[in-house]
């Protein structure tokens, strides 16, 4: 079963960054589009970012717009997920995946995605 691996996560103050990776071995060969998802206490998942593998394109969800980018790194397989100007409300526990589409990622409310969750990784943003 495909499961991707995050890393990266952590403690930062607002204003600070962070830099997420996502271990994807099918990436880019084998993945249309790897995606990161977020989910904090109490609310759903949200699709934050996608990446397509064809074309290096990106797309993100307005509330990260400008601040978050996502690139990958075809040779080691790892797509990263750089998140700059944090806000307390970006405190979530984050969550790659390989999908189909970048439709899947920030448009559906249960993306079908390639294998299974991974265990995530925390990001906590506070003073």
Same mark, same amino acid.
């Given at each position: 079963? +495909?499961?991707?691996?995050?890393?990266?996560?952590?403690?930062?103050?607002?204003?600070?960054?962070?830099?997420?990776? %996502?271990?994807?071995?099918?990436?880019?060969?084998?993945?249309?589009?790897?995606?990161? /998802?977020?989910?904090?206490?109490?609310?759903?998942?949200?699709?934050?970012?996608?990446?397509?593998?064809?074309?290096?394109?990106?797309?993100?969800?307005?509330?990260?717009?400008?601040? /978050?980018?996502?690139?990958?790194?075809?040779?080691?397989?790892?797509?990263?997920?750089?998140?700059?100007?944090?806000?307390?409300?970006?405190?979530?526990?984050?969550? %790659?995946?390989?999908?189909?589409? %970048?439709?899947? +990622?920030?448009?559906?409310?249960?993306?079908?995605?390639?294998?299974?969750?991974?265990?995530?990784?925390? +990001?906590?943003?506070?003073?």
């Amino acid at each position: 079963q +495909v499961q991707l691996v995050e890393s990266g996560g952590g403690l930062v103050q607002p204003g600070g960054s962070l830099r997420l990776s %996502c271990a994807a071995p099918g990436f880019p060969r084998d993945f249309e589009v790897v995606g990161w /998802f977020r989910q904090a206490p109490g609310k759903e998942r949200e699709g934050v970012s996608c990446l397509s593998s064809s074309d290096a394109s990106s797309s993100y969800a307005d509330s990260v717009k400008g601040r /978050f980018s996502t690139s990958g790194d075809k040779a080691k397989h790892i797509v990263y997920l750089q998140m700059n100007s944090l806000k307390a409300e970006d405190t979530a526990r984050y969550y %790659c995946a390989a999908t189909r589409t %970048c439709y899947e +990622v920030l448009r559906t409310a249960h993306p079908q995605i390639y294998g299974l969750w991974g265990q995530g990784t925390q +990001v906590t943003v506070s003073s």
